[in-house]
């Protein structure tokens, strides 16, 4: 099996309203196999726990190793408030 990783970019202020939208464009990433998704947060200026729960979902494909890069002090406090910043691998941008 091949390695491949791909990167998405997410901008903007994210929230309910968005997750039909995001939630197909990964369903369509996921198909694709990659042993690696990484999610760029540079630009995300606000998020909420439905977004949060997307990226959980994703998180839990056990095919698929998800990155959170560049992530904002706004995506920070969402994962320590809710508990998991341990949960999600990280990287610097």
């Known amino acids: 099996m091949s390695t491949r990783s791909m990167v ?48 959980v979902r994703v998180n839990n494909d056990p095919s698929t190793t998800l990155t959170l890069q560049g992530t904002p002090a706004c995506v920070r406090r969402l994962l320590q408030a809710t508990g998991l910043s341990a949960v999600f691998q990280t990287m610097a941008r």
């Not at 202020?13 to 998704?37: I, K, R, W, Y």
């Not at 540079?42 to 439905?50: E, K, P, R, S, W």
């Open 8 to 55: 998405w970019a997410w901008s903007g202020e994210l929230d309910s309203g968005d997750t039909s939208a995001m939630a197909a464009t990964l369903q369509v990433l996921l198909l694709e196999h990659p042993t690696t998704l990484t999610i760029d947060l540079t630009a995300v200026t606000f998020m909420d726990c439905a977004v949060l729960s997307l990226l």
